[in-house]
């Protein structure tokens, strides 16, 4: 297996390895991981560029398409590997370089291993009238690590819906109490309305991203407020998410959040389903 070609902006994997035999970083070398991390800690996001081959793109975009469809063109959000496990990204999340990555990177960030190795994958895509209104949701995630990986990305026009994040602003809680009440405060749509109103008139300024399918983007999502902009209702964007390292693993309160999370997605996606697009 080559190394990995890895500066401190982004790191090149070569172009034809498979997605099963793929190393996601050489495990002999702690510099690159470091890289990694200091990627994250210092711009809020590290990017591993062209892990993704175009025929694996391609099958991963069938997915989405075929899902979308099921849909009607309005949004959706398929949480869990039940539902997810007939598309590519099973490939990927049963990649042991993967998960010892993601394993590491949860090491570092919160001072000790993570409780368990499951990734809880997620893939949204947004489109529609609904979609308009799943934009601009900003959270801080409930685990530690969030990869992510672009499938469909618009590149044309103003709402294309990037990725805004306010990166590192807080750190890791102790108690699931205060994480609770930070996501109370700021998960509602008051918060909401005021937190967008400040980025349109300049006097916030999250870090804009606009992803690149193939490329893999990772960033530490339970301490990092983020959501997408807001999309055109008639273009589609697509994205698969891994979440991994609950920090308050076991604890009754995350189990609530992911279910509440859950089941949200399969209301909104239900909901999405039954409302007629009005353009
Ligand atoms: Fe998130």
Known sequence: MEDLAINSQAMTLPPDSGLSARDFYPLNRQSDLGNIIQDIDNQGFACLENVITANELNELVAFADTSAQRYQGEYFALHGKDLLNRSLLAKLWDNP?????????????????????????????????????????????????????????PSEGEERGDLMVFANIRKTRGMVLFNLIEKMLLQNSFSRKLLNAMIKHKLLKPRQLQLKPGNLYIFWGYRSLHA?????????????IFHFGDPHEGSAVTKLILKFNQRRARRTSHKAMKTPRTQ
């Open 97 to 153: 370089n993967l998960v010892q990555m993601l394993s590491r990177l949860y090491e570092h960030a919160a001072g000790r291993k993570p409780a368990s190795d499951t990734i809880w994958p997620v893939l949204r895509c947004v489109q529609g009238n609904q979609g308009e209104r799943e934009s601009g949701c900003f959270h801080y995630d409930a685990s530690l690590v969030t990869l992510l990986i672009p499938i469909i990305i």
């Open 228 to 240: 997408n902009k807001p999309c055109s209702p008639d273009i589609k964007r697509a994205t698969a």
